[in-house]
C-alpha cells in the first residue's frame, strides 16, 4: 500500500487560517509577531510557524464571545435552533474531513489507520448534540406547595474550551456540541503543538452561519491561557489535559467559583480473568494498549495477568505487539508511528530507563526504534515483572509503554486495578459475562468496558479521583454547560 498524499500548509490551508485568529465573526491580525512553531514528527523539520495568541487577543476574544452572549441572539434561539446550526457546522466539517486527517498525521504524526479511522468522529458529536436540541428536556414543570413551578436549564455563559495536541478535533467537538446547543458562546484555546484544526472549524462556523462572537479562536501556548482561566468575563472553563494542569486551572476558577469541568491523564488497568478468550482479548489489546504510540488517554496502559496464565498471555502479547509495523505514520502498513514530539520522546524514554531501574524485565523494545534514525520514534516497550507500585505502574507515561501485572486471583486483581490516583477506563476479559461484570462495578473508573473497549458519544465519558471532573459524552455532557433556574409562578 502506498502512502496518501502528505500534507501542504501552504497550499491547502487558507491565509486565514495560517496567519489570523477568528475572532467575533472576523478573521483578525493577531496583536504580536510572536509565533508557534509546527514541528513534524516524522522529519523532526519545523512545516509552518503561526501567529501565537497574546492577552491582548484573547482579550478581544473574551469581549466578544461576551458580547455575543449578552447581547447576541445565540443564547435566545431556540434549542431548535441551535441544533439546526450544529447540524450545518457538522455538514461543513465533513466537507473538510479529508483535509482535517491530514492535518492530524501532518501535526502530531498519529498513523493513518487511525485518522482514518476516527476523524469522522467529530462531526459525529455535533450532529449529536444537534439532534439532542429535539429530545432534550430544557424546561419542566412541578407542582409545588403553594401552586406551580418551572424549573428551566439556561446556558452558563461565556465558556473557555481548552484542548490537548493528541485529538484535538474530537475533543474540541465533544466540548463545543454541548456548549453551542446550551446556547453558551465560546472561546477555543488550542494547544500550541496543534493549532490549525479549530481555526479550520472557524472556516467552517463562517460557512454554517453561526452568528459572530459565538466561537472564537485563539491558540497559544499555557501562559495565554492561563490569562484565559482569570478572566472574570468566562463564566466556565472546560479543560482537557494533564492531570497537573487541570489541579492548576480548578484551583484558579475556585478563587472566583467559576464552573469548571476536568477531562484528565489515566492509568487504566486491562484484566484478562483466568477464563478469558485470549484471542478476544489480543483483538483489542494490541490495538488499543497502544492506539496512537500510547498518546490517547484511555490507553490500557497496566495488563493485570493471572499468574497461571503468564507465560502464555505474555507470549502472545509480545508477539502481537513485535509483529506491528513501526514507521511512518502516512502509510497504510503502519501501525505505530512515532509520539508527538521531542519532549514526548524524552519523557517517555525517561520512563524507560526508570522501569529498567526499579527492576522491571523489557520483554519487547527498550528504547528506539533501530533504523528510524529521524523522527521522535520509540520502540513499543513491553515491561514483565511489574508491580503495582512501581513508578511506571503509577505514572501516566502517555507513550507506547505497557506494564504487564501478575495477580493471583479476583481480589487481587481489583484491589491493583484501583490502586491508582487515576480512574478513567478499563477493561475485563472472562468467559463468564456475569462475573466480568462484578469486576468491572467494582473498578472506581468512569468508563470500563467487558470483552472489547468501548467509547460511544451516547454515553458519559470522564474520570474518577484525579482523571477528572464531569462527563462529556450523552446528556450528560450538556449539563456542565448549564445553570438550573427555577421559576415560581404566581400562586
Ligand atoms: P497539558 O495539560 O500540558 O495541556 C493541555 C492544554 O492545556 C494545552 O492547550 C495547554 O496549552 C493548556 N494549558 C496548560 N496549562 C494551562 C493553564 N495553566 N491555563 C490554561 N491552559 C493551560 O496536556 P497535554 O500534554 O497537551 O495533553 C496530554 C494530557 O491530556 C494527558 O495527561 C492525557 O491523559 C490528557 N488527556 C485527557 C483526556 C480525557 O478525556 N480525559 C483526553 C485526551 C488527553
Excluded at 510557524?49 to 464571545?65: F, I, Q, T
Excluded at 490549525?196 to 472564537?216: K, T, Y
Excluded at 480548578?250 to 469541568?261: G, I, K, N, P, T
Excluded at 502481537?320 to 508511528?337: E, F, K, L, S, Y
Aim: charged content about 25%; overall charge neutral; aromatic content about 8%.
Amino acid at each position: 500500500m502506498s502512502a496518501i498524499s502528505r500534507f501542504d500548509p501552504v497550499a491547502e490551508l487558507s491565509d486565514n487560517v495560517r496567519t489570523k485568529f477568528y475572532i467575533g465573526g472576523q478573521w483578525r491580525t493577531p496583536a504580536s509577531r510572536e509565533t508557534l512553531e509546527l514541528v513534524s514528527p516524522v522529519t523532526e523539520e519545523i512545516t509552518l510557524r503561526v501567529p501565537a495568541g497574546m492577552p491582548a487577543d484573547m482579550d478581544a476574544a473574551v469581549k466578544a464571545a461576551r458580547q455575543a452572549f449578552d447581547r447576541g441572539e445565540w443564547p435566545r434561539l431556540s434549542p431548535q435552533q441551535r441544533g439546526a446550526c450544529l447540524e450545518r457546522l457538522a455538514g461543513e466539517l465533513r466537507k473538510r474531513e479529508d483535509i482535517l486527517r491530514r492535518l492530524w498525521i501532518a501535526q502530531v504524526g498519529v498513523p493513518r489507520w487511525f485518522a482514518d479511522a476516527f476523524t469522522g468522529l467529530g462531526a459525529v458529536y455535533l450532529d449529536y448534540y444537534g439532534a439532542m436540541a429535539n429530545t432534550y428536556e430544557f424546561e419542566t414543570e412541578r407542582k409545588v406547595a403553594m401552586g406551580r413551578a418551572k424549573v428551566v436549564k439556561e446556558p452558563v455563559g461565556v465558556a473557555a474550551l481548552i484542548v490537548p495536541w493528541n485529538t484535538p478535533l474530537i475533543l474540541l467537538t465533544q466540548k463545543l456540541g454541548p456548549a453551542l446547543l446550551a446556547g453558551c458562546t465560546t472561546v477555543i484555546k488550542p494547544s500550541p503543538e496543534t493549532p490549525l484544526d479549530a481555526l479550520l472549524l472557524a472556516e467552517c462556523a463562517d460557512a454554517a452561519g453561526l452568528p459572530p462572537g459565538v466561537i472564537n479562536v485563539v491558540p497559544s501556548g499555557r501562559e495565554t491561557g492561563d490569562w484565559l482561566i482569570r478572566q472574570p468575563a468566562v463564566d466556565k472553563v472546560s479543560f482537557t489535559g494533564s492531570t497537573a494542569a487541570g489541579k492548576h486551572i480548578a484551583s484558579v476558577c475556585a478563587d472566583r467559583l467559576a464552573r469548571v469541568s476536568l477531562e484528565l491523564g489515566g492509568k487504566s488497568a486491562s484484566i484478562i480473568c483466568d477464563d478469558a478468550d485470549l484471542q478476544q482479548w489480543l483483538n483489542t489489546t494490541a490495538a488499543f494498549t497502544m492506539p496512537f504510540s500510547g498518546q490517547i488517554c484511555f490507553s490500557q496502559s497496566r495488563v493485570l495477568v493471572p499468574k497461571k496464565r503468564h507465560d502464555e498471555v505474555l507470549d502472545a502479547f509480545t508477539t502481537a505487539i513485535g509483529g506491528m509495523t513501526v514507521g511512518d505514520p502516512w502509510q497504510q502498513t503502519t501501525h505505530i508511528g512515532p509520539v508527538s514530539m521531542a519532549r514526548q520522546r524524552d519523557r517517555v524514554m525517561g520512563y524507560i530507563e526508570a522501569g529498567k531501574k526499579e527492576g522491571a524485565r523489557v520483554v519487547l523494545g527498550g528504547g528506539g526504534v533501530p533504523g528510524l534514525d529521524r523522527g521522535y520514534f520509540v520502540a513499543p516497550t513491553v515491561f514483565d515483572r511489574v508491580t503495582n507500585d512501581m513508578k511506571i505502574a503509577q505514572e501516566e507515561i502517555f507513550g507506547p509503554v505497557v506494564s504487564v501485572i501478575s495477580y493471583e486471583n479476583d481480589e487481587e486483581a481489583i484491589r491493583i486495578a484501583n490502586d491508582s490516583v487515576y480512574g478513567l477506563s478499563g477493561t475485563v476479559f472472562s468467559s463468564d459475562p456475569d462475573r466480568a461484570e462484578r469486576i468491572a462495578r467494582r473498578i472506581r473508573t468512569g468508563n470500563i468496558s467487558i470483552n472489547g473497549l468501548q467509547i460511544d458519544p451516547c454515553c458519559p465519558f470522564g474520570g474518577y479521583k484525579q482523571s477528572g471532573m464531569g462527563r462529556e459524552g450523552g446528556p450528560e455532557g450538556l449539563q456542565p454547560y448549564l445553570e438550573l433556574k427555577t421559576i415560581y409562578l404566581p400562586a
